[in-house]
């Protein structure tokens, strides 16, 4: 976990609680794209704190002060989230393993106003134990929900399994007895320390004028916010990983993530993975549905998928089956992985992979809402603007001995998971 000096005398800033040693003024990085066409403003603000800043014990503490910060009400005593819903936008947050992102879109007539009310929310917010004990209803039944859903409790415990005991293992939603446990200070704590020490970035995509959006985001104190003079050291990268799987295979429909480390986010490889996400993918084109619907018919549902954190990342394959197929399905996945671990893929099936690659990197770029969020993502994780031209480039120079290497280190160090546990 990040490491904090003691706290001092508190002092308010721009709305901001910060300590004697915080008094500095850092900008945000602010990411604008005008599209004169579009009739929609899309925002994103993400900040660099997630479920592995959260303290020891009180995992969940990230998530709680995401909930509170949407819902909490604003000086008028309505959220954030329900003045943008009145005027027909759409707004949601989410927590990570490593960040907050908090994004909206609405017309471009209201873009302005909604920056100044997330600014009051974000900067001013109102975190009272109502409103703490509100939410924490909601976030238990959040996490029973998950806990009974097999599909969602076989996430948590596959990166569990593949993390060990790093803080990129804490569970994002954290947990019944750490949720139960977490006071209104610990919010406020988590709060203080995610402006002040979090790396952060702001988006904006839409019809908006630049000048305008960084006119209103100047007025609502997004861009210059009270931070540390210096940055807090960083988590040790995570260790070697245990190879493993699940043998003691469920009575039931059960659902297995298969899969292993992936390069950080700054490593250029990282699009190598994703190329090996989508020849090992659901796609009708993909290797894997050739092997699982097409020949054995041993699952209905799969996808892969490859994420990117600061100091490493997890490509991973989610599956649902039948008990008695469970363990062929995962004989069959580990069989195809060696087979393009040993450069056997067909050229037309790697064109195949790479295409759609580059397809999915083109439908964020031409969804303004995607491409704020994935501005303001790539901002806070490699401290670059995301490009979207530039990754097409990358993914169009992916070689099949690049993606074989990949697929072999990830054969290597195998982790599987299975859910829900055997009785």
């Not at 929900?145 to 596959?158: E, L």
């Not at 003691?248 to 480390?261: K, L, N, S």
């Not at 994420?307 to 997890?314: E, F, K, L, M, P």
């Amino acid at each position: 976990m990040r490491h904090l000096a003691p706290r001092h005398t508190l002092s308010l800033r721009n709305g901001i609680v910060v300590t004697e040693a915080l008094q500095t003024i850092r900008r945000t990085p602010a990411l604008v794209d005008h599209e004169s066409y579009l009739r929609t403003t899309s925002l994103c603000f993400a900040l660099g704190h997630g479920a592995r800043h959260d303290p020891h014990g009180a995992a969940g503490t990230t998530h709680m002060l995401e909930h509170l910060l949407m819902s909490a009400p604003l000086a008028d005593g309505i959220s954030v989230a329900q003045h943008i819903e009145r005027l027909g936008g759409s707004c949601n947050a989410t927590t990570g393993p490593e960040s907050l992102v908090v994004h909206a879109q609405v017309l471009d007539q209201d873009a302005e106003r909604i920056i100044e009310l997330l600014g009051e929310a974000l900067l001013r917010p109102r975190l009272s134990q109502e409103c703490l004990d509100s939410e924490r209803r909601v976030v238990l039944q959040e996490l029973t929900a998950a806990a009974t859903d097999p599909a969602d409790a076989v996430q948590d415990a596959f990166l569990a399994r593949l993390f060990a005991t790093h803080p990129l293992a804490s569970p994002v939603g954290g947990l019944a007895e750490t949720v139960s446990g977490i006071g209104l200070a610990d919010v406020q704590d988590a709060y203080t320390r995610a402006l002040a020490l979090a790396p952060r970035t702001v988006a904006v995509v839409g019809g908006l004028s630049k000048d305008r959006v960084m006119t209103a985001l100047a007025g609502s104190g997004l861009l210059d916010i009270p931070s540390a003079a210096t940055e807090p050291p960083e988590d040790a990268a995570p260790g070697p990983v245990a190879p493993g799987t699940d043998e003691a295979w469920p009575d039931e429909f059960c659902w297995m993530m298969v899969g292993g480390r992936a390069p950080r986010a700054r490593d250029p490889r990282r699009l190598t993975y994703t190329v090996l996400a989508h020849l090992l993918g659901s796609s009708p084109a993909s290797l894997l549905y050739a092997r699982f619907r097409g020949q054995e018919a041993l699952a209905y549902y799969f996808s892969s998928w490859s994420r990117t954190y600061t100091d490493s990342g997890a490509w991973r394959m989610l599956a649902g089956c039948e008990p008695g197929n469970a363990p062929r399905l995962l004989s069959a996945f580990r069989e195809v992985l060696h087979c393009v671990a040993a450069g056997s893929t067909a050229p037309g099936d790697f064109a195949a992979a790479v295409h759609q690659a580059v397809v999915e990197k083109v439908l964020d770029a031409e969804s303004p809402l995607n491409r704020a969020i994935r501005l303001a993502s790539r901002g806070i994780l490699a401290d670059d603007r995301w490009d979207p031209e530039h990754d097409i480039a990358a993914l169009r120079q992916v070689t099949p001995d690049q993606v074989a290497e990949a697929a072999a280190e990830l054969a290597a160090g195998l982790v599987s998971v299975v859910r829900p546990e055997r009785s």
